[in-house]
């Protein structure tokens, strides 16, 4: 194909996916009620209005200057909109929603944004960003939207169910009988990293590749479940201090925290807090928790949290040391394969796909839920952070993140490369994560 031609396809590919990205934030948006727009539903975050002018402020900032030549018709949004939070230490934002634009006001901003940019995308004007071409950025765009589709679906979960226009009821379907087991995991090499000259997107934490020797372990077939879970908090497990390090139980008592965010318990019995309604633990699920609560139950049990090394390991690795683009080979990512793509609103058990187990049988890696490591995030050999998103990642080298693997049902299909790399602090407990274990 020549290149004009192949360019010219690849730019139409970019430009279908915005237009998928922005469908998915915007129906977000269509769940919730409209007096509920100025709530802050999770304390360490901005108020819902904040993310319906961001998602377009970061496009206009990353692309209208220095790559279209366009000039600001509000820099005030372009401030105001560009950066979201992640307090460290327990600082919260203060601010009310009377300080806030009017919703209206935010969806005409956003409205002239999107005539301005798709203008120029459709023209097919080139253009680079520190050396950065047009693709590289697009693609920057598109998943950092795709980011937020994730993010905000947690955001919103925490907002009250009377707060949101649920779709369709659902009942969980019914799981197969679950026999936790481990699995070992030979001595071997664990694949970390993209390569610079080879031609694919990556964020820049997920530079250089390099290959590291990893000692032989044993690790949970599956993530931990509800029900295990519940076995550690019945045994007195957020009671017992000597299953916690000393931040993190100062952090637990201090919030007077006793159980994961997404359980009630309700007349003697636990209730799990779907997005759209409350319905009896479901046992089979995978416990959503904070790194914090994660690593109590690990020593609980007598086990660890696998270091990123040893996750990617029993993720791609194999006996052969045959290199995988997923746990299960090379085929695309499909529905038999793991509930992830925004492929459901709900987590489903932890045993619902063995078509997507890893080469060595381990099942669940890829969707359900992000997978806690014991690896501080910080940077490969080699990063170098963006030059037009310099904090992206360098901002969050602080020794207070911890790198998550894998994905959750509202992770898109395009994050899902063995490379991408995903963090938070260690006492967050809205996202949608959960952990396995690794023998000790």
């Keep these: 194909m020549p290149t004009a031609q192949r360019e010219s396809v ?3 590919t970019l430009l279908e996916r915005i237009s998928d990205a922005r469908r998915r934030s915007d129906a977000l948006f269509e769940i919730v009620q409209p007096e509920a727009m100025y709530d802050r539903p999770i304390p360490e975050r901005h108020r819902i209005i904040f993310y319906v002018g961001h998602l377009e402020a970061f496009d206009w900032n990353l692309l209208r200057e220095n790559v279209f030549g366009l000039r600001s018709f509000h820099p005030e949004f372009d401030r105001l909109f560009a950066f979201g939070i992640d307090p460290v230490g327990g600082g919260l934002p203060t601010d009310r929603p009377s ?10 901003y956003v409205r002239k944004i999107r005539n301005s940019l798709d203008e120029k995308l459709r023209s097919n004007t080139g253009g680079q960003r520190d050396g950065f071409v047009l693709d590289t950025l697009l693609n920057v765009a598109i998943e950092h939207r795709l980011m937020h589709a994730e993010t905000l679906a947690y955001m919103l979960h925490q907002l009250p169910l009377g707060r949101k226009i649920p779709p369709a009821a659902f009942s969980p379907a019914l799981a197969s009988p679950i026999t936790h087991s ?4 030979p001595a071997g090499t664990a694949q970390l990293g993209l390569t610079r000259d080879g031609g694919l997107f990556g964020w820049d934490n997920e530079f250089e590749a390099h290959t ?3 000692p032989a372990f044993e690790i949970d077939r599956y993530m931990v479940t509800n029900g295990q879970f519940l076995e550690f908090l019945q045994d007195g497990g957020y009671e017992r201090g000597e299953l916690w390090g000393n931040a993190d139980y100062e952090w637990k008592s201090a919030g ?3 159980c994961p965010v997404f359980w009630r318990q309700q007349d003697g019995a636990w209730l799990y807090r779907t997005m759209f309604d409350e319905i009896p633990l479901p046992w089979e699920w995978p416990a959503y928790v904070s790194h914090a609560e994660a690593s109590a139950y690990a020593r609980w049990a007598g086990k660890a949290l696998p270091t990123e090394e040893q996750w990617q390991r029993a993720a791609y690795g194999s006996p052969d040391e045959t290199k995988r683009l997923h746990p299960w080979g ?4 499909s529905p038999n394969r793991g509930n992830f793509d925004f492929e459901s609103w709900h987590p489903v058990s932890v045993n619902a796909h063995p078509h997507g187990s890893s080469a060595f049988g381990v099942e669940g890696m890829l969707g359900n839920g992000w997978e806690w490591t014991s690896t501080v995030f910080g940077p490969f050999p080699g990063f170098e952070p963006f030059p037009f998103y310099r904090g992206y990642s360098a901002d969050f080298f602080d020794g207070k993140h911890f790198v998550m693997k894998g994905g959750s049902a509202r992770t898109a299909a395009c994050m899902l490369r063995p490379t991408f790399r995903n963090w938070f602090q260690p006492h967050y407990q809205y996202v949608y994560a ?3 274990c690794v023998n000790v």
């Design 434 to 436: 959960g952990f396995r």
């Design 10 to 12: 690849v730019e139409a």
């Design 330 to 333: 090379n085929e695309a990512p």
């Design 212 to 214: 590291t020797q990893v």
């Design 256 to 258: 007077d925290i006793s």
């Design 99 to 108: 300080d806030w634009p009017s919703l209206h006001v935010v969806r005409e």
């Design 182 to 185: 481990m699995i070992k995991i």
